[in-house]
Nanobody
Framework: QVQLAESGGGLVQAGGSLRLSCTTS????????LGWYRQAPGAQREFVAR???????NYADSVRGRFTISKDNAKNTVYLQMNSLKPEDTAVYYC?????????WGQGTQVTVSS
């Protein structure tokens, strides 16, 4: 059974930091591209960051330079380090694992940034 479990969300003041984790099971971790997406109230889900099987990363313009995606193959876990958080980063954050065009999603973790 495939499971992606996010953790690490919470309430933080603007300028603060959080680190999200997504622990996976039931997938061949090293063969999946891994990503983080977010969805703010009333908005569509949007791309945040991605790391491919070779460790190459890319980011949305809105988070580049502030967020860092990484993974630990031994722990089947992908991380999102978020620094210099802004109120507009408030959203539910989801991790995703994609293999051959098939994407699996976690349940999401709430991040709230107060001004």
């Amino acid at each position: 059974q495939v499971q992606l479990a996010e953790s690490g969300g919470g309430l933080v003041q603007a300028g603060g930091s959080l680190r999200l984790s997504c622990t996976t099971s039931g997938i061949i971790f090293v063969r999946n591209a891994l990503g983080w997406y977010r969805q703010a109230p009333g908005a569509q889900r949007e791309f945040v960051a991605r790391i491919d099987t070779g460790g190459v990363t890319n980011y949305a313009d809105s988070v580049r330079g502030r967020f860092t995606i990484s993974k630990d193959n031994a722990k089947n876990t992908v991380y999102l380090q978020m620094n210099s958080l802004k109120p507009e980063d408030t959203a539910v954050y989801y991790c995703a694992a994609t293999l051959f065009g098939n994407t699996r999603w976690g349940q999401g973790t709430q991040v709230t940034v107060s001004s």
